[in-house]
T-cell receptor
């Protein structure tokens, strides 16, 4: 079945270091969404990428969608303790109901 | 706006008991979803609904049932609870337009012992 692989599973960084998480699909995606879940909280929508090669920025966060629309990445520049949480990608394969397939997430911890 | 509201926040069940997880949204969203989240396993879709009176199975529907009698409410029923159903359950809603974001509730932490 359709599957979105996300790596790494965990990332520990020193505050101020950069962080990147990657998502890969074996088949082409219609679009991809990114969510952040703070510890003990619920997933919160960050952004959606639709176009091949698309790059979007939100302050220190940079989101990319691959040319083949099979992979995506989230890069955080100069992490802060407020960035702590689990980041999920969710792929939309364009089915009739548009259901998202979530990656397993990357749990980010930031040491002050 | 309350968004998506789930009750209860926590529940402990004994094996074989039944319960209903409640979910209601006030955004007039047509699409509603139930996910379960196990540690390190991401979010797995249990059931979803594209409108009142319409429901369909997701990836992991066994042991669960849903109904959608109104646009606002989407309860999840657990019959004969099993330890494998220990998880955090999230309800979500969306407008249903392609690429529209999911709005999640705060979750229900369920333990079956």
């Amino acid at each position: 079945g359709q599957q979105v692989m996300q790596i790494p599973q965990y990332q520990h960084v020193q505050e101020g270091e950069d962080f990147t998480t990657y998502c890969n699909s074996s088949t082409t995606l219609s679009n991809i969404q990114w969510y952040k879940q703070r510890p003990g909280g619920h997933p919160v929508f960050l952004i959606q990428l639709v176009k091949s090669g698309e790059v979007k920025k939100q302050k220190r966060l940079t989101f990319q969608f691959g040319e083949a629309k099979k992979n995506s990445s989230l890069h955080i520049t100069a992490t802060q303790t407020t960035d702590v949480g689990t980041y999920f990608c969710a792929g939309d394969y364009g089915g009739s109901q548009g259901n998202l397939i979530f990656g397993k997430g990357t749990k980010l911890s930031v040491k002050p | 706006n309350a968004g998506v509201t789930q009750t209860p926040k926590f529940r402990i069940l004994k094996i074989g008991q039944s319960m209903t997880l409640q979910c209601t949204q006030d955004m007039n969203h047509n699409y509603m979803y139930w996910y379960r989240q196990d540690p390190g396993m991401g979010l797995k879709l249990i059931y979803y609904s594209v409108g009142a009176g319409i429901t369909d199975k997701g990836e992991v529907p066994n042991g669960y049932n849903v109904s959608r009698s109104t646009t606002e409410d989407f309860p999840l029923r657990l019959e004969l609870a099993a330890p494998s159903q220990t998880s955090v359950y999230f309800c979500a809603s969306s407008s249903g337009r392609r690429g529209s974001p999911l709005h999640f509730g705060n979750g229900t932490r369920l333990t079956v012992t």
